[in-house]
């Protein structure tokens, strides 16, 4: 069965950066588009980054230019570089695995971003 795990999380200062990772295992890794989405107190889930399987990326129009979405097929895993951080980005950030109509979901790991 899948299983995704995020790791990475934790505190960071305004301007700051931290590096989330996703490993996954129980699926065939590089067939699936990989998302990080997060979720702030109160607010719905939102997409933010995304690789497919050949490594188009795209991301949400408030982490453009500070965050990068990375994978390595050979390890299964994908990771978020996130810089330039800001309070508002302050969310529990969940890794999730897209193909076709089945996707899975990591537990979450809390980004606090505060001076």
């Known amino acids: 069965q899948a299983r995704l795990v995020e790791s990475g999380g934790g505190l960071a200062q305004p301007g700051g950066s931290l590096r989330l990772s996703c490993a996954v295992s129980g699926i065939i890794f590089r067939f699936y588009t990989m998302e990080w989405y997060r979720q702030a107190p109160g607010l719905q889930r939102d997409l933010v980054a995304r690789?497919?399987?050949?490594?188009?990326?795209n991301y949400a129009d408030s982490v453009k230019g500070r965050f990068t979405i990375s994978r390595d097929n050979a390890k299964n895993t994908v990771d978020l570089q996130m810089n330039s951080l800001k309070p508002e980005d302050t969310a529990v950030y969940y890794c999730?695995?897209?193909?076709?109509?089945?996707?899975?979901w990591g537990q979450g790991t809390q980004v606090t971003v505060s001076s």
């Open positions: 690789i497919t399987s050949g490594g188009s990326t």
């Open positions: 999730h695995a897209q193909l076709t109509s089945s996707g899975y």
